[in-house]
Every structure is written in C-alpha cells, then in structure tokens.
C-alpha cells in the first residue's frame, strides 16, 4: 500500500512544527492614576482581559501567528493599570495536511506563546506598582471555535 505518491506510508515525513522566533511586537502598560492608585484598596478590582489570535503567512512554509492580550483592571469607575501586548512567534510548518494547517497556527502556536507573553505582563504589572497578574490558561480550541462562528455569522471566510 502506498500513500498515493508511491511511497509507502511509512516513509512519509513527519509533521513538524517548529519556532523560529518570538518577540514582543507592541507592549504598552499604563498606570493613569499613579501614585493614588497603589494605595490598598477596599475590594478587589474588576480585571477584563480580551485575547485575540491573527497570522500571517510570510513564506511557503512559514508563517507569523500573533497572540494579542489587552487588560484593564477598574476598582469602580477608576482605572488601576491597563495593559496591551502584541507577543509574535514565526513558525515553520511542513508535512502537515491542509485541512489542519489553519487550526494548528490558530490553536497550537498561540498556545506555545502564551506562557511567554504570560510572564510579560506579570513583570509588566508588576514593575507597575501592583502584585504580579497571573493571567489563567487559556483554551485556544474554545475561542478558535468562537472566532469560526463569529466569522460564519458575519458571512466571512475563516
């Protein structure tokens, strides 16, 4: 049995995935309301975090997935900090089907980024003036799945 190309299946390379760089592309942390805004405050303040995932395709194989992360945390109508990171990675992908390559850039390179991007906005809010924020994991197959049916409402491809 061959895998059409007269090769037997076997012999056909593996899928690879591979990180060729990450950076920070943007990183802007704001604390309007410094110093009155480090003092303790009486309840705890109310964090909002949008994440979105974009990617770009730069060669054949090659492609720049980026994992954006906006914050701000309010206690009432005051703003404690705000924060936006734009954390990029440039993969190499081969041997993987087409069917998949536009969920694995979506789920998995975002997923291998975000313990990075991560650790940037906790030393970020951190050297802000506040205890370091410790975003929870996130489930990149749930807003892969959101942002597919928001695109299918909207009328437009994936």
Do not use: W
């Not at 909002?48 to 770009?56: K, M, P, R, T």
């Not at 049916?149 to 909207?154: F, V």
């Amino acid at each position: 049995m061959t895998n059409g190309n007269g090769t037997p299946p076997e012999a056909a390379a593996p899928p690879q995935l591979n990180v060729l760089a990450q950076y920070t592309k943007d990183l802007s942390f704001e604390n309007p309301n410094a110093p009155a805004s480090l003092a303790p405050q009486q309840s705890q303040p109310a964090i909002n975090i949008q994440i979105n995932v974009g990617a770009n395709n730069l060669a054949e194989n090659e492609f720049e997935v980026t994992l954006s992360i906006e914050g701000k945390a309010e206690s009432g109508s005051t703003v404690l900090f705000s924060f936006e990171l734009a954390y990029a990675g440039v993969f190499r992908i081969v041997n993987v089907p087409q069917e998949n390559l536009h969920p694995l850039i979506m789920i998995e390179c975002p997923r291998l980024l975000f313990p990075f991007a991560r650790e940037i906005i906790a030393s970020a809010v951190r050297d802000g003036g506040f205890p370091p924020l410790m975003l929870d994991p996130v489930d990149f197959v749930g807003l892969y799945r959101q942002n597919l049916e928001r695109a299918q409402q909207q009328g437009q491809p994936s």
